[in-house]
Protein backbone atom coordinates (compact mmCIF):
# COMPACT_ATOMS: atom_id res chain seq x y z
CA UNK A 1 0.00 0.00 0.00
CA UNK A 2 1.51 3.29 -0.93
CA UNK A 3 1.76 5.92 1.80
CA UNK A 4 4.17 8.63 3.42
CA UNK A 5 6.18 7.16 6.03
CA UNK A 6 5.45 7.68 10.01
CA UNK A 7 7.90 8.31 12.80
CA UNK A 8 8.62 5.03 14.31
CA UNK A 9 6.71 5.46 17.99
CA UNK A 10 7.56 3.31 21.30
CA UNK A 11 4.43 1.57 22.67
CA UNK A 12 2.92 2.17 25.91
CA UNK A 13 4.47 1.54 29.44
CA UNK A 14 7.41 2.65 31.71
CA UNK A 15 10.82 2.20 30.39
CA UNK A 16 12.49 -1.56 31.67
CA UNK A 17 13.74 -0.90 35.05
CA UNK A 18 10.96 1.87 36.05
CA UNK A 19 8.72 1.30 38.70
CA UNK A 20 5.13 1.71 38.34
CA UNK A 21 4.49 5.54 37.34
CA UNK A 22 2.35 5.96 40.83
CA UNK A 23 1.15 2.85 43.28
CA UNK A 24 -0.87 5.14 45.09
CA UNK A 25 -2.41 6.82 41.65
CA UNK A 26 -3.49 3.38 40.24
CA UNK A 27 -4.86 2.26 43.38
CA UNK A 28 -6.83 5.24 43.67
CA UNK A 29 -8.24 5.17 40.10
CA UNK A 30 -9.01 1.23 40.41
CA UNK A 31 -10.86 2.22 43.89
CA UNK A 32 -12.84 5.15 42.26
CA UNK A 33 -14.21 2.54 39.08
CA UNK A 34 -15.08 0.26 41.73
CA UNK A 35 -17.09 2.75 43.95
CA UNK A 36 -20.27 1.72 40.97
CA UNK A 37 -20.08 -1.87 43.42
CA UNK A 38 -19.88 0.21 47.08
CA UNK A 39 -23.42 -1.45 47.88
CA UNK A 40 -22.17 -5.02 46.94
CA UNK A 41 -18.81 -4.35 48.18
CA UNK A 42 -20.44 -3.21 51.56
CA UNK A 43 -22.19 -6.46 52.29
CA UNK A 44 -19.16 -8.16 51.59
CA UNK A 45 -17.34 -6.77 54.10
CA UNK A 46 -20.12 -6.98 57.00
CA UNK A 47 -19.75 -10.80 56.08
CA UNK A 48 -16.40 -11.27 56.41
CA UNK A 49 -15.76 -9.24 59.72
CA UNK A 50 -19.11 -11.31 60.43
CA UNK A 51 -16.89 -14.19 59.29
CA UNK A 52 -13.81 -13.39 61.03
CA UNK A 53 -15.61 -12.64 64.42
CA UNK A 54 -16.98 -15.48 64.70
CA UNK A 55 -14.21 -17.16 64.13
CA UNK A 56 -12.00 -15.32 66.43
CA UNK A 57 -14.47 -16.00 69.17
CA UNK A 58 -13.89 -19.81 69.02
CA UNK A 59 -10.90 -20.16 70.51
CA UNK A 60 -12.26 -18.68 73.31
CA UNK A 61 -14.61 -20.69 74.05
CA UNK A 62 -13.10 -23.90 72.94
CA UNK A 63 -10.71 -22.47 76.37
CA UNK A 64 -13.57 -22.75 78.48
CA UNK A 65 -13.83 -26.12 77.57
CA UNK A 66 -10.26 -27.16 78.00
CA UNK A 67 -10.90 -24.93 81.89
CA UNK A 68 -13.32 -27.07 82.61
CA UNK A 69 -12.23 -30.12 81.50
CA UNK A 70 -8.90 -29.70 83.18
CA UNK A 71 -10.64 -28.70 86.70
CA UNK A 72 -12.71 -31.65 86.34
CA UNK A 73 -10.13 -34.02 85.92
CA UNK A 74 -8.05 -32.14 88.95
CA UNK A 75 -11.14 -32.29 91.05
CA UNK A 76 -11.72 -35.67 90.40
CA UNK A 77 -7.80 -37.08 91.10
CA UNK A 78 -8.22 -35.22 94.11
CA UNK A 79 -11.73 -37.06 94.47
CA UNK A 80 -13.61 -33.80 95.54
CA UNK A 81 -15.66 -33.72 92.08
CA UNK A 82 -16.09 -35.06 88.77
CA UNK A 83 -15.69 -33.86 84.81
CA UNK A 84 -19.12 -32.19 83.92
CA UNK A 85 -19.43 -33.63 80.69
CA UNK A 86 -22.77 -31.98 79.76
CA UNK A 87 -21.64 -28.76 80.67
CA UNK A 88 -18.29 -29.36 78.25
CA UNK A 89 -20.85 -31.00 75.52
CA UNK A 90 -22.79 -28.01 75.49
CA UNK A 91 -19.59 -25.63 75.36
CA UNK A 92 -18.63 -27.55 72.24
CA UNK A 93 -21.96 -27.45 70.46
CA UNK A 94 -22.40 -23.90 71.10
CA UNK A 95 -18.84 -23.52 69.40
CA UNK A 96 -19.96 -25.84 66.47
CA UNK A 97 -22.56 -23.57 65.90
CA UNK A 98 -20.47 -20.38 66.16
CA UNK A 99 -17.91 -22.06 63.07
CA UNK A 100 -20.46 -23.03 61.09
CA UNK A 101 -21.97 -19.60 61.18
CA UNK A 102 -18.52 -18.18 60.43
CA UNK A 103 -18.21 -21.05 57.30
CA UNK A 104 -21.27 -19.57 55.91
CA UNK A 105 -20.68 -16.07 56.04
CA UNK A 106 -17.38 -16.62 54.70
CA UNK A 107 -19.20 -18.55 51.40
CA UNK A 108 -21.51 -15.41 51.13
CA UNK A 109 -18.69 -12.73 51.38
CA UNK A 110 -16.46 -15.04 48.83
CA UNK A 111 -19.57 -15.40 46.71
CA UNK A 112 -20.57 -12.15 46.42
CA UNK A 113 -16.43 -10.82 45.73
CA UNK A 114 -16.22 -13.15 42.76
CA UNK A 115 -19.36 -11.26 41.40
CA UNK A 116 -17.89 -7.99 41.91
CA UNK A 117 -14.29 -9.17 40.53
CA UNK A 118 -15.99 -11.08 37.61
CA UNK A 119 -18.33 -7.58 37.00
CA UNK A 120 -14.61 -5.39 36.93
CA UNK A 121 -13.15 -7.53 34.56
CA UNK A 122 -16.35 -8.08 32.33
CA UNK A 123 -16.75 -4.18 32.38
CA UNK A 124 -13.23 -3.03 31.63
CA UNK A 125 -12.92 -5.32 28.67
CA UNK A 126 -16.44 -3.80 27.46
CA UNK A 127 -14.97 0.05 27.87
CA UNK A 128 -11.67 -1.20 26.32
CA UNK A 129 -13.74 -2.43 23.14
CA UNK A 130 -15.46 1.11 22.69
CA UNK A 131 -12.40 2.21 23.52
CA UNK A 132 -10.55 0.95 20.77
CA UNK A 133 -13.21 2.23 18.30
CA UNK A 134 -12.75 5.94 19.46
CA UNK A 135 -9.09 5.87 19.28
CA UNK A 136 -7.42 7.85 16.49
CA UNK A 137 -5.68 5.53 13.84
CA UNK A 138 -2.06 6.80 15.30
CA UNK A 139 -2.32 4.94 18.30
CA UNK A 140 -3.00 1.28 16.54
CA UNK A 141 0.21 2.29 13.87
CA UNK A 142 2.55 3.21 16.11
CA UNK A 143 1.91 0.06 18.71
CA UNK A 144 2.10 -4.12 18.10
CA UNK A 145 -1.69 -5.86 17.93
CA UNK A 146 0.01 -7.84 20.78
CA UNK A 147 0.92 -4.84 22.78
CA UNK A 148 -3.15 -3.46 22.61
CA UNK A 149 -4.13 -7.34 23.06
CA UNK A 150 -2.71 -7.73 26.14
CA UNK A 151 -4.41 -4.96 27.74
CA UNK A 152 -7.48 -6.57 27.16
CA UNK A 153 -6.32 -10.21 27.82
CA UNK A 154 -3.72 -10.33 30.67
CA UNK A 155 -3.90 -7.02 32.36
CA UNK A 156 -7.47 -7.52 32.79
CA UNK A 157 -7.29 -11.18 33.59
CA UNK A 158 -4.78 -9.85 36.45
CA UNK A 159 -6.13 -7.28 37.77
CA UNK A 160 -9.32 -9.94 37.96
CA UNK A 161 -7.56 -12.38 40.07
CA UNK A 162 -5.91 -9.98 42.33
CA UNK A 163 -9.30 -7.77 42.95
CA UNK A 164 -10.69 -11.44 43.87
CA UNK A 165 -7.84 -13.03 45.90
CA UNK A 166 -6.65 -9.55 47.69
CA UNK A 167 -9.56 -7.36 48.92
CA UNK A 168 -11.65 -10.11 50.84
CA UNK A 169 -8.00 -11.21 52.28
CA UNK A 170 -7.09 -7.66 53.51
CA UNK A 171 -10.58 -6.82 55.30
CA UNK A 172 -10.70 -10.74 57.27
CA UNK A 173 -6.54 -10.39 58.14
CA UNK A 174 -7.08 -6.39 59.47
CA UNK A 175 -10.19 -7.76 61.28
CA UNK A 176 -8.52 -10.69 62.70
CA UNK A 177 -5.69 -8.63 63.91
CA UNK A 178 -7.37 -6.74 65.75
CA UNK A 179 -10.17 -9.13 66.83
CA UNK A 180 -7.11 -11.17 68.16
CA UNK A 181 -5.26 -7.99 69.42
CA UNK A 182 -8.18 -7.77 72.02
CA UNK A 183 -9.20 -11.07 72.71
CA UNK A 184 -5.18 -11.69 73.94
CA UNK A 185 -5.61 -8.14 76.02
CA UNK A 186 -8.72 -9.95 78.17
CA UNK A 187 -6.54 -13.18 78.48
CA UNK A 188 -3.10 -11.38 79.33
CA UNK A 189 -1.62 -8.04 79.03
CA UNK A 190 2.01 -9.19 79.65
CA UNK A 191 1.64 -11.51 76.95
CA UNK A 192 0.21 -9.61 74.49
CA UNK A 193 2.78 -6.96 74.68
CA UNK A 194 5.19 -9.72 74.42
CA UNK A 195 3.43 -10.78 70.65
CA UNK A 196 3.55 -7.42 69.94
CA UNK A 197 7.17 -7.22 69.57
CA UNK A 198 6.96 -8.99 66.30
CA UNK A 199 5.12 -6.46 64.63
CA UNK A 200 7.61 -3.64 64.00
CA UNK A 201 9.84 -6.54 62.57
CA UNK A 202 7.06 -7.86 60.51
CA UNK A 203 6.43 -4.10 58.92
CA UNK A 204 10.42 -3.54 57.73
CA UNK A 205 10.75 -6.89 56.00
CA UNK A 206 7.79 -5.74 54.66
CA UNK A 207 7.95 -2.25 53.49
CA UNK A 208 11.65 -3.37 52.44
CA UNK A 209 10.34 -6.43 50.08
CA UNK A 210 7.37 -4.00 48.35
CA UNK A 211 9.95 -1.09 48.17
CA UNK A 212 12.25 -3.62 45.73
CA UNK A 213 9.65 -5.78 44.17
CA UNK A 214 7.17 -3.06 42.93
CA UNK A 215 9.27 -2.17 39.58
CA UNK A 216 9.94 -5.86 38.87
CA UNK A 217 5.92 -6.86 38.52
CA UNK A 218 5.51 -3.69 36.56
CA UNK A 219 8.67 -4.68 33.77
CA UNK A 220 6.57 -8.56 33.93
CA UNK A 221 3.51 -7.39 32.82
CA UNK A 222 5.13 -5.25 30.16
CA UNK A 223 7.50 -7.59 28.87
CA UNK A 224 4.28 -10.09 28.78
CA UNK A 225 2.78 -7.32 26.65
CA UNK A 226 5.92 -7.56 24.20
CA UNK A 227 6.08 -11.65 24.14
CA UNK A 228 2.26 -11.46 23.34
CA UNK A 229 3.33 -8.94 20.14
CA UNK A 230 6.06 -10.76 18.90
CA UNK A 231 3.86 -14.09 18.69
CA UNK A 232 1.14 -12.16 17.24
CA UNK A 233 3.09 -10.67 14.76
CA UNK A 234 5.57 -14.05 13.93
CA UNK A 235 2.38 -16.24 13.85
CA UNK A 236 0.67 -13.99 11.60
CA UNK A 237 3.84 -13.72 9.10
CA UNK A 238 5.40 -17.15 9.36
CA UNK A 239 5.18 -18.01 5.70
CA UNK A 240 7.40 -14.78 5.10
CA UNK A 241 9.41 -15.80 7.58
CA UNK A 242 10.07 -19.38 6.24
CA UNK A 243 10.47 -18.00 2.75
CA UNK A 244 13.68 -15.71 3.69
CA UNK A 245 15.01 -17.83 6.18
CA UNK A 246 14.16 -16.04 9.40
CA UNK A 247 13.46 -18.44 11.85
CA UNK A 248 16.82 -18.59 13.83
CA UNK A 249 16.75 -14.44 13.78
CA UNK A 250 13.44 -14.43 14.82
CA UNK A 251 14.05 -16.87 17.61
CA UNK A 252 16.57 -15.13 18.69
CA UNK A 253 14.68 -12.16 18.80
CA UNK A 254 11.69 -14.00 20.64
CA UNK A 255 14.51 -15.60 23.37
CA UNK A 256 16.16 -11.82 24.12
CA UNK A 257 12.16 -10.24 25.04
CA UNK A 258 11.73 -14.34 27.08
CA UNK A 259 14.49 -13.28 28.80
CA UNK A 260 13.38 -10.60 30.22
CA UNK A 261 10.03 -11.53 30.87
CA UNK A 262 12.10 -14.67 33.00
CA UNK A 263 14.26 -12.73 34.27
CA UNK A 264 11.40 -9.96 35.90
CA UNK A 265 9.30 -13.10 36.68
CA UNK A 266 11.82 -14.91 38.66
CA UNK A 267 13.10 -11.64 40.29
CA UNK A 268 8.93 -10.89 41.38
CA UNK A 269 8.65 -14.09 42.21
CA UNK A 270 11.56 -14.69 44.24
CA UNK A 271 10.63 -11.08 46.42
CA UNK A 272 6.96 -12.30 46.53
CA UNK A 273 7.86 -15.85 47.87
CA UNK A 274 10.49 -15.00 50.39
CA UNK A 275 8.15 -12.50 52.06
CA UNK A 276 6.02 -15.56 53.51
CA UNK A 277 8.93 -18.04 54.93
CA UNK A 278 10.15 -14.40 56.66
CA UNK A 279 7.30 -13.97 57.95
CA UNK A 280 6.80 -17.32 59.04
CA UNK A 281 10.04 -17.54 60.92
CA UNK A 282 9.94 -14.22 62.90
CA UNK A 283 6.10 -15.44 63.96
CA UNK A 284 7.67 -18.43 64.96
CA UNK A 285 10.19 -16.56 67.27
CA UNK A 286 7.59 -14.72 69.05
CA UNK A 287 5.05 -17.62 69.92
CA UNK A 288 8.46 -19.37 71.44
CA UNK A 289 8.59 -16.19 73.17
CA UNK A 290 4.93 -15.87 74.22
CA UNK A 291 5.37 -19.87 75.34
CA UNK A 292 8.24 -19.48 77.67
CA UNK A 293 6.36 -16.25 79.04
CA UNK A 294 3.07 -18.09 79.44
CA UNK A 295 4.64 -20.98 81.46
CA UNK A 296 5.87 -19.15 83.97
CA UNK A 297 2.21 -17.29 84.58
CA UNK A 298 1.04 -20.56 84.78
CA UNK A 299 3.29 -21.64 87.16
CA UNK A 300 2.49 -18.77 89.56
CA UNK A 301 -1.27 -19.48 88.61
CA UNK A 302 -1.64 -16.01 86.85
CA UNK A 303 -4.18 -17.76 84.45
CA UNK A 304 -6.01 -20.87 83.97
CA UNK A 305 -4.54 -23.55 81.79
CA UNK A 306 -8.02 -23.15 79.18
CA UNK A 307 -6.20 -19.28 78.94
CA UNK A 308 -3.08 -20.48 78.06
CA UNK A 309 -4.17 -22.99 75.17
CA UNK A 310 -6.69 -20.16 73.76
CA UNK A 311 -3.56 -17.73 73.56
CA UNK A 312 -1.53 -20.20 72.42
CA UNK A 313 -3.89 -20.07 69.03
CA UNK A 314 -4.33 -16.47 69.07
CA UNK A 315 -0.85 -16.13 69.00
CA UNK A 316 -0.67 -18.11 66.25
CA UNK A 317 -3.74 -16.06 64.56
CA UNK A 318 -1.86 -13.21 65.41
CA UNK A 319 0.96 -13.84 62.87
CA UNK A 320 -1.17 -15.32 60.14
CA UNK A 321 -2.65 -12.42 59.32
CA UNK A 322 0.54 -10.49 59.30
CA UNK A 323 1.86 -12.72 56.50
CA UNK A 324 -1.71 -12.89 54.87
CA UNK A 325 -0.91 -8.71 54.66
CA UNK A 326 2.55 -9.26 53.48
CA UNK A 327 1.05 -12.07 50.23
CA UNK A 328 -1.94 -9.42 49.66
CA UNK A 329 0.71 -6.48 49.12
CA UNK A 330 2.08 -8.85 46.60
CA UNK A 331 -1.05 -9.30 44.86
CA UNK A 332 -1.44 -5.60 45.40
CA UNK A 333 1.43 -4.78 43.46
CA UNK A 334 0.44 -6.95 40.66
CA UNK A 335 -3.37 -5.24 40.50
CA UNK A 336 -1.76 -1.94 40.44
CA UNK A 337 0.42 -2.99 37.72
CA UNK A 338 -2.16 -4.47 35.57
CA UNK A 339 -4.72 -1.52 36.51
CA UNK A 340 -2.19 1.32 35.72
CA UNK A 341 -1.91 -0.11 31.75
CA UNK A 342 -5.48 -0.77 31.61
CA UNK A 343 -6.75 2.90 32.91
CA UNK A 344 -4.18 4.11 30.96
CA UNK A 345 -5.11 2.58 27.53
CA UNK A 346 -8.38 4.29 28.43
CA UNK A 347 -7.61 7.64 29.43
CA UNK A 348 -5.70 7.74 25.78
CA UNK A 349 -6.47 10.31 23.68
CA UNK A 350 -9.58 9.72 21.79
CA UNK A 351 -10.78 11.48 18.64
CA UNK A 352 -13.83 13.78 18.70
CA UNK A 353 -16.94 11.68 17.42
CA UNK A 354 -19.27 13.96 17.39
CA UNK A 355 -19.82 18.13 16.58
CA UNK A 356 -22.72 20.24 18.22
CA UNK A 357 -24.48 20.71 15.13
CA UNK A 358 -23.42 17.77 12.90
CA UNK A 359 -24.23 17.96 9.14
CA UNK A 360 -26.41 14.74 7.72
CA UNK A 361 -25.17 12.85 5.12
CA UNK A 362 -28.48 12.09 3.30
CA UNK A 363 -29.10 13.66 -0.43
CA UNK A 364 -25.44 14.50 -0.25
CA UNK A 365 -23.79 13.43 -3.71
CA UNK A 366 -20.61 13.23 -3.32
CA UNK A 367 -18.60 16.22 -4.64
CA UNK A 368 -14.91 16.72 -2.46
CA UNK A 369 -12.89 18.97 -2.61
CA UNK A 370 -9.81 19.76 -1.08
CA UNK A 371 -8.71 23.43 -0.66
CA UNK A 372 -4.89 24.11 -0.27
CA UNK A 373 -4.51 21.33 2.80
CA UNK A 374 -1.52 21.02 4.45
CA UNK A 375 -0.62 17.98 6.82
CA UNK A 376 2.04 16.39 8.67
CA UNK A 377 2.01 13.67 11.27
CA UNK A 378 4.31 15.41 13.00
CA UNK A 379 3.45 19.38 13.32
CA UNK A 380 6.95 20.46 12.66
CA UNK A 381 7.45 17.62 9.78
CA UNK A 382 4.99 18.65 7.33
CA UNK A 383 4.37 16.10 3.87
CA UNK A 384 1.61 17.07 2.33
CA UNK A 385 1.77 20.96 1.21
CA UNK A 386 -0.58 23.33 -0.58
CA UNK A 387 -2.84 20.71 -2.18
CA UNK A 388 -6.24 21.62 -3.70
CA UNK A 389 -8.32 19.46 -6.15
CA UNK A 390 -12.26 20.10 -7.29
CA UNK A 391 -13.92 16.63 -7.83
CA UNK A 392 -17.17 15.90 -9.26
CA UNK A 393 -20.04 13.41 -7.93
CA UNK A 394 -19.48 10.70 -9.82
CA UNK A 395 -15.85 11.29 -11.24
CA UNK A 396 -13.18 8.61 -11.31
CA UNK A 397 -10.34 9.99 -9.86
CA UNK A 398 -6.94 8.31 -9.93
CA UNK A 399 -3.92 9.22 -7.79
CA UNK A 400 -0.92 7.81 -8.69
CA UNK A 401 2.71 8.37 -7.50
CA UNK A 402 6.17 6.64 -6.49
CA UNK A 403 5.78 4.25 -3.12
CA UNK A 404 5.44 7.01 -0.32
CA UNK A 405 4.40 10.17 -2.41
CA UNK A 406 1.07 10.40 -0.10
CA UNK A 407 -1.47 8.84 -2.10
CA UNK A 408 -2.65 6.49 1.04
CA UNK A 409 -2.36 9.47 3.57
CA UNK A 410 -4.59 11.73 1.11
CA UNK A 411 -7.44 9.33 1.44
CA UNK A 412 -6.78 9.00 5.36
CA UNK A 413 -7.00 12.55 5.11
CA UNK A 414 -10.32 12.69 3.42
CA UNK A 415 -12.45 10.45 5.98
CA UNK A 416 -10.43 11.65 9.06
CA UNK A 417 -8.35 9.03 9.88
CA UNK A 418 -6.47 12.05 10.54
CA UNK A 419 -7.30 15.90 10.90
CA UNK A 420 -4.86 18.23 8.68
CA UNK A 421 -2.76 21.26 9.62
CA UNK A 422 -4.70 23.70 7.72
CA UNK A 423 -6.65 24.19 4.80
CA UNK A 424 -9.88 21.98 4.15
CA UNK A 425 -11.68 19.36 2.77
CA UNK A 426 -15.45 19.26 1.90
CA UNK A 427 -18.02 16.97 0.91
CA UNK A 428 -20.86 18.71 -1.35
CA UNK A 429 -19.53 21.92 0.41
CA UNK A 430 -19.70 20.84 4.06
CA UNK A 431 -16.19 21.01 5.82
CA UNK A 432 -15.57 17.02 6.73
CA UNK A 433 -14.94 18.70 10.56
CA UNK A 434 -18.40 19.17 10.58
CA UNK A 435 -19.72 15.19 10.39
CA UNK A 436 -19.99 13.26 13.20
CA UNK A 437 -17.19 10.84 12.22
CA UNK A 438 -19.51 8.11 12.51
CA UNK A 439 -21.69 9.44 9.62
CA UNK A 440 -18.72 10.94 7.57
CA UNK A 441 -17.63 7.17 7.22
CA UNK A 442 -20.63 5.83 6.30
CA UNK A 443 -20.32 7.74 3.12
CA UNK A 444 -17.23 5.81 2.16
CA UNK A 445 -16.85 2.16 0.91
CA UNK A 446 -13.13 0.55 0.63
CA UNK A 447 -11.69 -1.89 -1.44
CA UNK A 448 -7.78 -2.26 -0.45
CA UNK A 449 -5.12 -4.54 -1.43
CA UNK A 450 -5.27 -5.99 1.88
CA UNK A 451 -7.99 -7.67 2.03
CA UNK A 452 -10.18 -8.31 4.88
CA UNK A 453 -12.51 -11.31 5.32
CA UNK A 454 -13.60 -13.10 8.28
CA UNK A 455 -14.02 -16.65 9.95
CA UNK A 456 -17.58 -17.35 8.34
CA UNK A 457 -19.81 -18.06 5.72
CA UNK A 458 -19.77 -15.89 2.33
CA UNK A 459 -22.88 -14.86 2.95
CA UNK A 460 -22.05 -13.37 6.05
CA UNK A 461 -19.15 -11.52 4.80
CA UNK A 462 -20.43 -10.21 1.75
CA UNK A 463 -23.55 -8.87 4.15
CA UNK A 464 -21.08 -7.08 6.65
CA UNK A 465 -21.28 -4.38 3.94
CA UNK A 466 -24.85 -3.86 5.05
CA UNK A 467 -26.44 -6.02 7.89
CA UNK A 468 -30.13 -5.75 6.99
CA UNK A 469 -29.88 -6.73 3.33
CA UNK A 470 -31.80 -9.70 2.05
CA UNK A 471 -30.16 -12.58 0.41
CA UNK A 472 -31.55 -11.69 -2.72
CA UNK A 473 -29.37 -7.97 -2.34
CA UNK A 474 -26.48 -10.33 -1.02
CA UNK A 475 -26.71 -12.64 -4.59
CA UNK A 476 -27.27 -9.37 -6.72
CA UNK A 477 -23.59 -7.96 -5.40
CA UNK A 478 -21.80 -11.22 -5.75
CA UNK A 479 -23.15 -11.25 -9.36
CA UNK A 480 -21.99 -7.63 -10.11
CA UNK A 481 -18.90 -8.60 -8.67
CA UNK A 482 -18.38 -11.46 -11.04
CA UNK A 483 -17.86 -13.62 -8.56
CA UNK A 484 -21.47 -15.71 -8.22
CA UNK A 485 -20.30 -18.82 -10.43
CA UNK A 486 -17.38 -19.11 -8.13
CA UNK A 487 -19.47 -18.97 -5.34
CA UNK A 488 -22.08 -21.51 -6.46
CA UNK A 489 -19.21 -24.37 -7.60
CA UNK A 490 -18.10 -24.51 -3.89
CA UNK A 491 -19.31 -26.74 -1.03
CA UNK A 492 -22.15 -25.30 0.55
CA UNK A 493 -22.50 -22.42 -2.12
CA UNK A 494 -23.21 -19.35 0.41
CA UNK A 495 -22.81 -21.09 3.22
CA UNK A 496 -19.19 -22.25 2.69
CA UNK A 497 -17.27 -21.12 6.09
CA UNK A 498 -13.59 -19.22 5.49
CA UNK A 499 -11.93 -20.17 7.71
CA UNK A 500 -9.51 -18.11 10.44
CA UNK A 501 -6.84 -17.53 7.61
CA UNK A 502 -9.54 -17.28 4.50
CA UNK A 503 -6.72 -19.76 3.34
CA UNK A 504 -9.76 -21.80 1.41
CA UNK A 505 -10.18 -19.33 -1.26
CA UNK A 506 -7.49 -17.38 -3.27
CA UNK A 507 -6.34 -13.66 -3.43
CA UNK A 508 -8.54 -12.65 -6.31
CA UNK A 509 -11.95 -14.30 -5.11
CA UNK A 510 -11.13 -12.94 -1.33
CA UNK A 511 -10.46 -9.56 -3.36
CA UNK A 512 -13.71 -10.24 -5.55
CA UNK A 513 -15.30 -10.51 -2.79
CA UNK A 514 -14.82 -7.47 -0.46
CA UNK A 515 -15.88 -5.54 -4.03
CA UNK A 516 -19.47 -7.52 -3.67
CA UNK A 517 -19.39 -6.72 0.01
CA UNK A 518 -18.86 -2.72 -1.22
CA UNK A 519 -21.54 -2.92 -3.46
CA UNK A 520 -23.94 -4.31 -1.20
CA UNK A 521 -22.88 -1.60 1.32
CA UNK A 522 -23.89 1.29 -1.67
CA UNK A 523 -22.08 3.95 -0.63
CA UNK A 524 -21.52 7.75 -2.40
CA UNK A 525 -17.91 8.11 -2.20
CA UNK A 526 -15.24 4.40 -2.84
CA UNK A 527 -12.19 4.12 -1.87
CA UNK A 528 -9.98 1.58 -4.46
CA UNK A 529 -6.62 1.10 -3.25
CA UNK A 530 -4.15 -0.42 -4.90
CA UNK A 531 -7.04 -3.17 -5.58
CA UNK A 532 -5.29 -5.11 -8.51
CA UNK A 533 -1.51 -5.02 -7.59
CA UNK A 534 -1.34 -9.00 -6.27
CA UNK A 535 -3.32 -10.66 -8.84
CA UNK A 536 -2.68 -12.21 -12.35
CA UNK A 537 -4.08 -10.67 -15.55
CA UNK A 538 -6.81 -12.64 -16.05
CA UNK A 539 -8.14 -12.03 -12.38
CA UNK A 540 -7.31 -8.58 -12.80
CA UNK A 541 -9.52 -7.92 -15.50
CA UNK A 542 -12.78 -9.95 -13.95
CA UNK A 543 -11.65 -7.57 -10.93
CA UNK A 544 -11.61 -4.87 -13.29
CA UNK A 545 -14.89 -5.33 -14.79
CA UNK A 546 -16.66 -6.12 -11.16
CA UNK A 547 -15.36 -2.76 -10.07
CA UNK A 548 -16.66 -0.86 -12.94
CA UNK A 549 -19.94 -1.92 -12.13
CA UNK A 550 -19.29 -0.63 -8.21
CA UNK A 551 -17.95 2.75 -9.38
CA UNK A 552 -20.80 3.48 -11.81
CA UNK A 553 -22.80 6.48 -10.71
CA UNK A 554 -20.40 7.15 -7.98
CA UNK A 555 -17.41 9.12 -7.08
CA UNK A 556 -14.45 7.01 -6.77
CA UNK A 557 -11.07 7.85 -5.68
CA UNK A 558 -8.27 5.21 -7.06
CA UNK A 559 -5.05 4.53 -5.78
CA UNK A 560 -2.98 2.33 -8.51
CA UNK A 561 0.78 1.34 -9.19
CA UNK A 562 -0.27 0.00 -13.04
CA UNK A 563 -1.18 3.14 -15.02
CA UNK A 564 -2.66 0.92 -18.10
CA UNK A 565 -6.18 0.20 -15.26
CA UNK A 566 -6.77 4.25 -14.81
CA UNK A 567 -6.55 5.58 -18.21
CA UNK A 568 -10.58 6.10 -18.56
CA UNK A 569 -9.75 8.16 -15.22
CA UNK A 570 -11.87 11.72 -15.02
CA UNK A 571 -8.83 13.01 -13.48
CA UNK A 572 -5.87 11.88 -12.83
CA UNK A 573 -4.02 13.23 -9.87
CA UNK A 574 -0.13 13.19 -9.77
CA UNK A 575 1.48 13.13 -6.73
CA UNK A 576 5.58 13.12 -5.50
CA UNK A 577 6.91 13.67 -1.89
CA UNK A 578 3.52 15.25 -0.66
CA UNK A 579 2.22 17.50 -3.33
CA UNK A 580 0.00 17.38 -6.52
CA UNK A 581 2.30 17.95 -9.25
CA UNK A 582 0.43 17.28 -12.17
CA UNK A 583 -3.29 16.64 -13.00
CA UNK A 584 -5.48 16.01 -15.63
CA UNK A 585 -6.79 13.20 -17.79
CA UNK A 586 -4.65 10.40 -19.25
CA UNK A 587 -4.42 12.44 -22.81
CA UNK A 588 -3.91 15.43 -21.10
CA UNK A 589 -1.01 14.40 -19.37
CA UNK A 590 0.65 12.40 -21.77
CA UNK A 591 0.75 15.50 -24.23
CA UNK A 592 2.34 17.68 -21.69
CA UNK A 593 5.50 14.66 -21.43
CA UNK A 594 6.24 15.26 -17.44
CA UNK A 595 6.49 13.03 -14.91
CA UNK A 596 3.10 11.15 -15.46
CA UNK A 597 4.52 10.87 -19.20
CA UNK A 598 7.62 9.34 -17.53
CA UNK A 599 5.88 7.02 -15.10
CA UNK A 600 3.35 5.54 -17.84
CA UNK A 601 6.17 4.98 -20.47
CA UNK A 602 8.26 3.52 -18.00
CA UNK A 603 5.74 0.74 -16.86
CA UNK A 604 4.94 0.32 -20.94
CA UNK A 605 8.32 -0.07 -21.67
CA UNK A 606 8.57 -2.71 -18.94
CA UNK A 607 5.16 -4.67 -20.20
CA UNK A 608 6.98 -5.31 -23.58
Same mark, same amino acid.
Given at each position: ?299 ? %? ?205 ? %? ?100
Amino acid at each position: MSEMKRPKMHGPGPKGGEKAKDFGDAMKKLIRYMSRYKFRILIMMIFAVASTVFSIVGPKILGKATTELFTGLVAKVQGTGSIDFTKITRILLFLLCIYLCSALFSFIQGFVMSGIANDVSYNLRKEISKKINRLPLKYFESRTTGEVLSRVTNDVDTLQQSLNQSITQMITSVTTLIGVFIMMLSINVWMTLCALLILPVSMTIMGQVMKRSQKYFQQQQRYLGEVNGQIEEVYGGHNIVKVFNKEDDVIAQFEETNKKLYDSAWKSQTFSGIMMPVMQFVGNVGYVMVALLGGVFVIR %GSIQVGDIQSFFQYIRNFTQPVQQIAQVTNMLQMAAAASERVFEFLEEEEEDQTVEHPVHTENLKGNVQFEHVSFGYQPDKIIVNDFSADIKDGQKIAIVGPTGAGKTTMVKLLMRYYDINSGSIKIDGHDVKDFNRSELRKMFGMVLQETWLFNGTIMENIRYGRLDATDEEVIAAAKAAHIHKFIMSQPGGYNMVLNEETSNVSQ %GQKQLLTIARAILADNQILILDEATSSVDTRTEERIQKAMDNLMRGRTSFVIAHRLSTIRDADLILVMKDGDIIEQGNHEELMAKGGFYAGLYNSQFEKAV
